[in-house]
């Protein structure tokens, strides 16, 4: 299918612009990039902060936005990460990994996030209960940011890509992730298991969740659920925030 394409060089936050479209019945895909972010954002009321000043964008932001009814939401965050990292380290040299629920790593370091958010579209889904409008949001770090004080410095895709620029690195991610995303609303996470577990970042590590619970990560189900072995047996984790224990 067509996918409209659009650039801004500034705007508060490319998934806000985009749920804002949702909401008032503007549908078809629409991947927008934007050089700047005002007010990007993360997962859990995080902000998602862009290096500013930089000639070139020193991050990729961009979002995806199409209507869409799979028969199973979980996992979509998932699918749009396995693409993401087979697109921008296809033969795993680049150690990029995948953080479930969506975050993008190397070594331990993170290289990019995603976050997918739904809305009903104003004109509804022609008769199709399913659908909803999906915003796709994914920032990924190109060049490094100098001195931006945080405790573990970010990765990014200069470390293995020296000359790559964010309009390049979209280009290659742009028809790879729509696939994936339409390969998911027909199929699910399932067929796609196999790829994230190539990359899986927790597996085998000793994890903490957000509600205190501790335990050993045996990778993520077919539903996309994370699983964690606790002192009360395998838990299918759907939502939380996880963070790898030191060993
Ligand atoms: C996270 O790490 O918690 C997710 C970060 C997602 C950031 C991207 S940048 C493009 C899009 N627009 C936003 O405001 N957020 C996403």
Redesign the pocket.
């Known amino acids: 299918p067509g996918c409209r394409a659009e650039h801004l060089a500034e705007v508060d936050?490319?998934?806000?612009e985009l749920m804002r479209r949702a909401r008032s019945g503007v549908a078809g895909p629409v991947l927008l990039v934007a050089d700047r972010?005002t007010?990007?954002?993360?997962?859990?009321g995080?902000s998602?902060q862009s290096a500013i000043g930089a000639a070139d964008p020193a991050s990729l932001?961009?979002?995806l936005g199409l209507p869409l009814a799979p028969k199973e939401w979980s996992g979509l965050s998932l699918a749009v990460g396995v693409a993401l990292a087979d697109c921008l380290d296809p033969d795993g040299r680049a150690s990029v990994s995948l953080k479930w629920p969506?975050?993008l790593w190397v070594e331990g370091r993170?290289l990019g996030?995603?976050?997918v958010e739904t809305a009903s579209s104003a004109q509804g889904g022609q008769g199709n209960a399913r659908e909803r409008h999906v915003v796709i949001?994914?920032?990924i770090n190109i060049a490094k940011r100098p001195g931006d004080g945080m405790r573990t410095p970010p990765a990014c895709v200069h470390e293995w890509q020296p000359q790559a620029t964010a309009p390049e690195v979209l280009l290659s991610l742009a028809a790879p992730l729509l696939r994936s995303v339409l390969e998911f609303a027909e199929a699910g996470f399932g067929p796609l298991a196999e790829r994230f577990a190539r990359r899986d970042a927790l597996r085998g590590h000793e994890v903490a969740l957000s509600d205190g619970r501790t335990g050993r990560c045996e990778g993520v189900g077919p539903g996309g659920e994370l699983r964690v072995r606790t002192g009360d047996g395998v838990q299918a984790i759907t939502s939380a925030e996880v963070s790898v224990r030191p060993s």
């Open positions: 936050s490319t998934n806000t972010q007010a990007g954002r993360g997962r859990m995080r998602w932001t961009f979002s969506n975050d993170k996030g995603i976050l949001g994914a920032g």
